[in-house]
């Protein structure tokens, strides 16, 4: 049964899905908009918010999962690829979720950037942003609980990652200039030195995770209902 729940399990996995949840859960398990269940205790693990659900899959069960995402009608579910498949809701790609330890201990400066600074490095083609006072009002939120990391060069690249506890996951990374995406990258990570740290991508980039250290766990996915009706 899928219920409502004030607290989560205990979970060790690394995980995409779980750690989106976790940094969520830590970020916003005070405020009643933000809503996370459990199925049979630790089976499944969902979170929505403003419409976006996350499903973490620990053995669900599909079809009990498929009705309740039914019910609630999200406007977009990210989970790993199988689970979106299996719930009725086939992504248009597959996500490649890459793993590393944060062991970096040297990067280049930080330079100290607002957040719209901040959102205008991020705001490149291919990199998928909430509307700019949704991505402050959050960024500064989970950052003044110490629960957000970034990396910035003014004009030139930036990084921003979500953690909680000994993990973390990229939010958003990118470059405006050539050789500034490992910068930015080797920077974030030497921010969350210590921690499990994953990122998800597109093939195309796959490529550039693996050169500077990272490892492919498994396929997540995006569904989002506008790509549904094209």
């Keep these: 049964m899928i219920t409502l729940t004030k607290t989560l399990p205990n979970i060790g996995k690394i995980n995409a899905e779980w750690v989106k949840i976790k940094c969520l859960y830590e970020a916003y398990k005070n405020d009643d908009k933000v809503l996370f269940w459990v199925q049979d205790t630790d089976k499944a693990i969902i ?20 009705e309740f995402a039914d019910v609630l009608n999200p406007a977009c579910v990210f989970s790993d690829y199988d689970t979106i498949c299996a719930i009725g809701r086939k992504p248009q790609e597959k996500i490649n979720i890459m793993y590393r330890l944060a062991d970096i201990t040297e990067s ?33 939120h989970r950052l ?27 939010n958003g990374i990118a470059s405006h ?25 597109r093939d195309k980039v796959k490529g550039f995770y693996e050169k500077n250290g990272f490892e492919p766990l498994y396929f997540g996915g995006y569904w989002v209902k506008e790509y549904e009706h094209k």
């Design 177 to 201: 200039e050539k050789g500034f995406g490992g910068i930015a990258l080797k920077g974030i990570l030497k921010k969350n030195y210590g921690r499990h740290f994953l990122v998800c991508c």
């Design 108 to 140: 280049e400066k930080n330079d100290t950037l607002k957040s719209d600074e901040i959102y205008s490095l991020l705001d490149v083609q291919g990199l998928s942003l909430p509307e700019y006072p949704y991505f402050a009002v959050d960024y500064c």
């Design 47 to 66: 979170s929505m918010t403003d419409g976006n659900m996350i499903i973490f899959n620990n053995r669900a069960n599909f079809e009990e999962l498929k």
């Design 144 to 170: 003044n609980l110490g629960l957000a990391e970034c990396f910035a060069i003014k004009n030139k690249c930036a990084a921003v990652s979500f953690n909680c506890g000994d993990m973390a996951i990229m």
